[in-house]
């Protein structure tokens, strides 16, 4: 099974350069739209005046990022920007962090959709959790009933949050798509 990943880069921009920023970012999403597995991109800053700038792109999954990650029009793009960006920190998101994350101000260079709404996205994780949360602890109680409750909730725990994360809350988000973003 796999997950879509978003990149989030930090980026020092020279504040001289706004104009000729704006149409780089423009030039790097109209390449990375000719790739299959491309969802979107986008980009934040603190402030109108501020020369940190974050990049957001995100993929279908990581084979499409690797393809664009390698590809020559990427390193064409990045090489045009030398002198001018500097990169300051990147970042792969898979997990629950990117998926219902609303950034403050984003501004848009590929129609995202919005964040659904809290009381649905309370809704997905309840359909994961309550489930998930039923069979790890009727295996528990059939084979760790004798430990004590410390060492139990937290072997529970430790495989329920990482299954949570990576493997069930990804997948239900893919299958209630239609309805969080209606």
Known sequence: MTAPVTVSVTRHVDPSRTTEMLAWVQAGTSLAERFDGFLGSGWVRPREDSPEWHMLYRFADAGALAEWEASPQREWWLEAAQGSVEEKRREHRTGIEGWFDEPASIESLSAAPPAPPRWKQMVVIFMVFLPLSLVANFIASRTISG??????????????????????????????GWWLHR
């Open 147 to 176: 430990w004590p409750l410390v060492p139990r909730v937290v072997l529970v725990t430790s495989v329920m949050t990482p299954l949570m994360t990576y493997v069930f809350l990804p997948w239900m988000t893919r299958r209630m």
